[in-house]
């Protein structure tokens, strides 16, 4: 199995910037893509961005330009580097990761990512 824990969440000011990174552990050799959801107040959780095993990275148009998902596969790491942050981005955000060995995702328990105006 395969265990993802988040940190770097908190409140940050608008225009201002976070760095989220999640942490696996566990049966951790197969992992694929990698992914940050978001789930703001009231709204449905959606994919802010995901990163393959190679690199390859998709952004939700929202947040081009503005963040960056990078992984590191040696450590097991994936960061979502935040940007001029606006109150729109206020969510709890959720680190996923798939497992082919277990053709099934994981998830993290979320960091809570508050943006005052």
């Known amino acids: 199995q395969v265990q993802l824990v988040e940190s770097g969440g908190g409140l940050v000011q608008a225009g201002g910037s976070l760095r989220l990174s999640c942490k696996a552990s566990?049966?951790?050799?197969?992992?694929?893509?990698m992914s940050w959801y978001r789930r703001g107040p009231g709204k449905e959780r959606i994919l802010v961005a995901s990163?393959?095993?190679?690199?390859?990275?998709e952004l939700l148009d929202g947040v081009k330009g503005r963040f960056t998902i990078s992984r590191d596969n040696a450590k097991n790491t994936v960061d979502l580097q935040m940007n001029s942050l606006s109150p729109e981005d206020t969510a709890v955000y959720y680190c996923?990761?798939?497992?082919?060995?277990?053709?099934?995702?994981?998830w993290g328990q979320g960091t809570q990512v508050t943006v005052s105006s």
């Open positions: 996923n990761a798939f497992a082919i060995a277990f053709q099934r995702e994981y």
């Open positions: 566990g049966s951790t050799d197969s992992l694929a893509t």
């Open positions: 990163i393959s095993r190679g690199g390859t990275t």
